[in-house]
């Protein structure tokens, strides 16, 4: 069974940086395409960035807008998400995802976590 488990959310000030990592176990982590996904309270979830098994990246531009880095690494199994420059607006719980399709629909992957708080004060 796969199991992806967020860590690295928290309370920060607006422009502060925070990294969130991704662990994954359970499955053959390098074919998989992961990704970044958050949901605001009152929003629907959206799309934050994805990488591929080959390390292609994809990130949605209107709201990441060069701030964030997705990244994995193979040998421990983990992805992350660098992000700087954080604003308020970024306040939201924060989702992995693992699957075998690289894509930005949140219901195109197979396996999710529980998700990790991302609080950024003004």
């Known amino acids: 069974q796969v199991q992806l488990v967020e860590s690295g959310g928290g309370l920060v000030q607006a422009g502060d940086s925070l990294r969130l990592s991704c662990a994954v176990s359970?499955?053959?982590?390098?074919?998989?395409?992961v990704g970044w996904f958050r949901q605001a309270p009152g929003k629907e979830r959206e799309f934050v960035a994805s990488?591929?098994?080959?390390?292609?990246?994809?990130y949605d531009e209107d709201s990441v807008k060069g701030r964030f880095t997705i990244s994995r690494d193979n040998a421990k199994n983990t992805m992350y998400l660098q992000m700087n420059g954080l604003q308020h607006e970024d306040t939201a719980v924060y989702y992995c995802?693992?699957?075998?399709?690289?894509?930005?629909?949140?219901?195109?992957?197979?396996?999710w976590g529980q998700g990790t708080q991302v609080t950024v004060s003004s």
């Open positions: 995802a693992a699957g075998r399709k690289f894509s930005r629909r949140g219901d195109e992957y197979d396996y």
């Open positions: 359970g499955g053959t982590f390098s074919l998989y395409a």
């Open positions: 990488i591929s098994k080959f390390r292609t990246t994809t």
